[in-house]
């Protein structure tokens, strides 16, 4: 909850092809109750939508200022965002107040349904998932879709690198929020003194007149399913699911 003193939500600009607008723009309608996920797959992927995380992040916290605080009578409270890491743990978000720890969590199998699964126990709202050509037919249990178009209401897929092809939306960043972005990474026991570096220094292209600038792309939910793994055959656990079920 560190990010209350040295992050405001006019500390970002949000644009949509060449308009300004707000966040309320790219997550219609959102408020205090909205849970947030990030699908990773990579070493430090989830920082390709640092922007879009910590700009929600600071509106969250507008909602219940001026009763956030450390001190007794004071509201101590962390929005539910959470990651999802495909297969293992690839960075530790503590720093961008993705906490408690709980909220890092790990899908075991690379599998669209065991992925969806994870985030429909999560209760996610606004889902951002990896740019990726989206999977022709992936296995989903009828009733993972189901829950999941009940609950969700926006999606944007983001790049590990910071920017996506054919983005519509633009995010420009402050110096505070890349401080909190360059301090995960350096407290990040996943990833090797190389993998800290490399990451580090992919960020500098994305700054322009001294600020970071990320893209992201809106895209329907149907979309979004199909990007959440590039696998086509159900996993283990998937097969077990459809044996049940006597599918073949």
């Known amino acids: 909850m560190h990010t209350i003193d040295t992050l405001n939500y006019d500390d970002f600009e949000f644009i949509i092809e060449n308009h300004h607008v707000s966040l309320e723009d790219i997550f219609p309608g959102f408020n205090e109750k909205d849970r947030v996920g990030v699908v990773v797959r990579q070493a430090g992927g ?9 700009a929600a992040l600071t509106r969250f916290y507008d909602f219940y200022r001026p009763q956030l605080g450390d001190e007794p009578g004071k509201l101590r409270i962390y929005p539910e965002f959470f ?7 690839h960075m530790n978000h503590t720093w961008m107040d ?5 909220k890092e969590v790990i899908v075991q199998e690379d599998d669209p349904e065991q992925i969806l699964e994870t985030i429909n126990d999560r209760g996610i ?14 296995t989903f249990l009828r009733e993972t879709v189901s829950s999941a178009e009940s609950r969700i209401i926006s999606t944007v897929a983001y790049s590990p690198t910071g920017r996506v092809n054919q983005g519509d939306i633009r995010i420009n960043s402050c110096p505070a929020a890349e401080d909190n972005v360059l301090a995960s990474i350096k407290r990040s026991e996943e990833l090797s003194s190389e993998e800290k570096e490399k990451i580090s220094q992919s960020r500098q292209h994305l700054y322009v007149d001294g600020c970071i600038s990320e893209t992201y792309r809106r895209i329907n939910l149907s979309e979004t399913l199909r990007m959440l793994s590039p696998v086509t055959e159900p996993g283990r656990t998937t097969r077990k699911y459809l044996n049940i079920l006597g599918v073949n």
């Open 98 to 102: 993705v906490w408690p720890p709980h």
């Open 83 to 89: 990651v999802f890491h495909v297969e293992k743990r």
């Open 125 to 138: 709202t606004r889902l951002l998932v990896e740019n990726m050509t989206p999977t022709v037919s992936p």
């Open 46 to 54: 989830g920082l390709g939508a640092s922007a879009l995380l910590m």
